[in-house]
């Protein structure tokens, strides 16, 4: 029985763009149909759509296809969307330099939360982020951050409880309990520490980004390799982190 044969074409289309922004990010037609449960003849007539719309590409040897340059520009009409990133950009900039890490900025879109700009300028391996990611509630600074200061606390329990959480190294938090006391802990202390949760020899620092009504709608996050850093180094990181997130949060409305 096909999976997705309650839903409309357009929910279908969806499924389809969310697969091809899943690693390896190429599939090909009948990859995509096993993948979603999704009859191969369906699959064949939305993607011819898509490529005619250039939203989707298809490689002329391997046949397999892949996110198209629309799909770029809607996202880009996106990210150009949010107000004064420009000086965003600049104060990251001058955050990734100052510390010499990976920096990068996300934002809350209802209860997901999502990268909308990286720099990986200055350290020699790659952290694996990127624009344009869902990243997870309870592992990494960016998830951690917002979430810890979710409102109102009865629905970030609510979530807490109802989400899965993956386990991706030996300190992912995967305790629902546990995790709702390390996000009072990051309220109380005003950033948050990410020690290998999401990436072995990892850690990431991050802090809330707030609006004119001392709202958190967006985090500043670093990450570079555990190893490399000090104590002190983690001091001096966060204090440059923390002014970067306040700087950023008197230009948001």
């Avoid at 998830?143 to 300190?171: D, Q, W």
């Amino acid at each position: 029985m096909e999976k997705f044969s309650s839903i409309s074409s357009v929910q279908k289309a969806i499924e389809i763009m969310k697969l091809l922004t899943k690693e390896p990010y190429t599939f090909t037609a009948i990859e995509i149909s096993k993948a979603l449960g999704i009859n191969r003849s369906t699959v064949h007539r939305i993607l011819n759509i898509l490529k005619e719309e250039m939203i989707i590409l298809q490689n002329s040897s391997t046949k397999k296809y892949k996110i198209g340059p629309m799909a770029y520009n809607i996202g880009a009409s996106y990210l150009n969307s949010e107000m004064y990133m420009d000086e965003i950009h600049s104060i990251l900039d001058e955050v990734a330099e100052k510390t010499r890490l990976s920096a990068g900025y996300a934002i809350r879109e209802g209860d997901k939360i999502v990268n909308i700009y990286e720099i990986e300028t200055y350290i020699p391996m790659r952290m694996g982020y990127r624009p344009g990611l869902f990243y997870p509630i309870h592992c990494g600074v960016y998830g951690k951050t917002i979430m810890a200061f979710y409102s109102p606390p009865e629905k970030l329990r609510e979530i807490v409880h109802s989400t899965k959480l993956e386990k991706m190294t030996e300190n992912t938090i995967t305790d629902p309990e546990r995790l709702l006391e390390e996000y009072a802990k990051i309220r109380e202390q005003g950033y948050a520490v990410s020690d290998e949760e999401r990436l072995k020899g990892a850690i990431g620092i991050g802090a809330p980004v707030r609006n004119s009504k001392g709202e958190v709608v967006a985090c500043i996050g670093v990450a570079g390799i555990k190893a490399s850093l000090s104590r002190e180094d983690i001091e001096y990181i966060k204090d440059i982190v923390i002014n970067g997130a306040n700087r950023i949060s008197r230009l948001i409305p």
